[in-house]
């Protein structure tokens, strides 16, 4: 269903925004599902409507993930909350190298949010579903009043399977791997820190946004040697590594000038005085792989469009356990901490 | 864990209220999920800390639901947030007649809210899983700035498993089959109600906010000629029946005389000019069985606590298909139509 030219079918024309009664469970909220979601996600399972939803037995472990997203705003370049919710959820799935399936929405949508922005939102995060493979199967709306929420606020459940034998995960880097990174980091916080604060570049910074589980899923068809995947999100690059290097007791060091970054980015990073190694990625990957499979990986990761990229920065090691290093451009060494709190609030 | 008494473990008590930080995925993050969330909620998928939670491979169908919660206020008696989220979930699984097991938990958290209310919210959780025999396995927290969100929203989403032969739906209602409430009603929406407009009568409304999924492991031992299972929450009574007769093509005719109303819940109806049955339930169920096995399956119900006042209040029909209608009080008949919107906003 295309919703770029989206007309409010009968009897949602009725409501140009959304009012209480839509997430009353009554016959608005029902008229909700009717006219908006159930076309836009239309597939078998969800059609349902049962209080919850029932697929089929599994074969092998199961992965599940959740996240929230209150990104500010909600519609930037790149990208909005909508397909955000979708890729967020998917991507936390295929970092722990499971294949996604299953997606349950929930939303907390705020009295007086125009309908036509709702169904925008909800025609993105159809396409990404469709884009990454997986189902939207199970969703549940909640309406607040005026001035409560941000228009609205999206949460995403997800459920994998994960194949017998991988062992894909925080604890699992060790001294001698290799620190590969998809593509060019901070696209995503950069993309809408510079809508929120006016920047102006010759070239629009783009969000990143993007599913990665296919990604992943031709990774581990060339290799089953990978140790650690993450999608660098909230808190960027440094704060995966710094994570990965606690949980995994190791050290990670990495060659900063190795890192790619786009040079808007590099310029609104320096503009606002940030480091782009702190910033959220939205489409991207840290992996950490054995080191006789990295450059296979590697290639691998190049050939899909969305790792073009992708470069090898860093090496774990068994010194400073728990940190990370940085080589830095002028030849000296720093340590990376990870972040305190939060150097861009609202990005996801 | 007992957080009754809690106070604020190291270094969790720099910090007597959320500040943004918290959602920032860094160092804050890091210590809210080490030193509340972990605690409280201690499992072994949980403890993994990564993207996503792997479980071992269930046996069965899955079925998968998600709620959000935005209930005003946060603590109302008989429950708050965190238990409402939990049994909500829990619930709608079991509605499905699955057994539920894991449950993520992703939080939006204002700017100030106090860390202690937060801990109270989560022991509930982790109190109300346990009863329910569930675990969270997995979850996210967000922070939106002061003024935005209110206080705390909750989005729980769950997994359960499904044994082969059961089809319990909203579809599956046959003419002839007897409706059975498994208790008093409107309990949890004038609890709410009661505490919003101040009322106070002599007896403090508390909310039924319960866990079933024992009590209809319970019912499937007796019987399985259960055709439908619905927890009446938002719309109550009169909105789920309303809604198993459209999606069943039956008619439901209840005898509203037959269906427990607590006198306190009554008055309080009465006062705010409410019908109780629309009024939000959270610890009952609506079951629509088979008519040879409905006396042993209401007999069993009544042997739970949360069933002992459970009543038969209706069959159904093959007349007016898509129709509730109520034998009333006086000997009418009246039809009771889904509600429209909203009448209690934010009740759950």
Not at 58 to 72: E, W
Not at 158 to 181: E, N
Request: glycine content about 12%.
């Amino acid at each position: 269903m295309n919703f770029e030219n989206w007309t409010c079918p009968l009897p949602l024309q009725d409501y140009p925004s959304i009012v209480i009664g839509h997430g009353g469970g009554g016959k608005l909220s029902a008229e909700l599902v009717e006219h908006l979601f159930l076309p836009a996600f239309r597939n078998s399972v969800l059609e349902n409507l049962g209080d919850s939803s029932v697929m089929p037995a599994l074969a092998g472990r199961l992965a599940f993930s959740t996240d929230s997203f209150v990104v500010k705003p909600l519609f930037f370049p790149g990208g909005c909350i909508g397909d955000l919710a979708v890729n967020g959820t998917v991507n936390d799935l295929a970092m722990s190298g499971a294949r996604p399936l299953y997606l349950s929405a929930g939303f907390i949508v705020e009295e007086g949010f125009p309908m036509s922005s709702l169904a925008q939102i909800v025609q993105r995060m159809a396409v990404a579903a469709e884009k990454a493979g997986v189902q939207i199967v199970t969703g549940d709306t909640k309406v607040v009043e005026r001035g409560h929420g941000d228009g609205c606020y999206i949460n995403t459940a997800g459920i994998g399977v994960l194949a017998d034998g991988l062992r894909i995960g925080p604890r699992q880097a060790q001294p001698g791997d290799v620190v590969i990174v998809s593509g060019s980091i901070g696209d995503h916080g950069m993309a809408i820190m510079s809508v929120r604060e006016g920047l102006e570049f010759e070239t629009t910074i783009e969000s990143d946004c993007a599913a990665l589980n296919h990604m992943v899923d031709e990774m581990l068809e060339t290799s089953t040697d990978i140790h650690v995947l993450r999608d660098p999100t909230r808190g960027g690059v440094a704060s995966s590594l710094n994570e990965i290097a606690g949980q995994s007791k190791v050290g990670i060091a990495i060659d900063e000038t190795k890192i790619p970054v786009k040079p808007e980015v590099a310029s609104a990073c320096e503009l606002l005085g940030m480091d782009p190694i702190y910033v959220a990625n939205e489409g991207k990957l840290l992996a950490i792989v054995a080191p006789h499979a990295a450059e296979a990986i590697l290639a691998r990761i190049q050939a899909n469009p969305l790792g073009a990229n992708a470069r090898i920065i860093g090496t774990v090691t068994a010194n400073h356990p728990g940190m990370l290093v940085a080589k830095t451009g002028i030849g000296g060494t720093r340590v990376i901490a990870m972040q305190i709190g939060e150097q861009l609030p609202r990005i996801c």
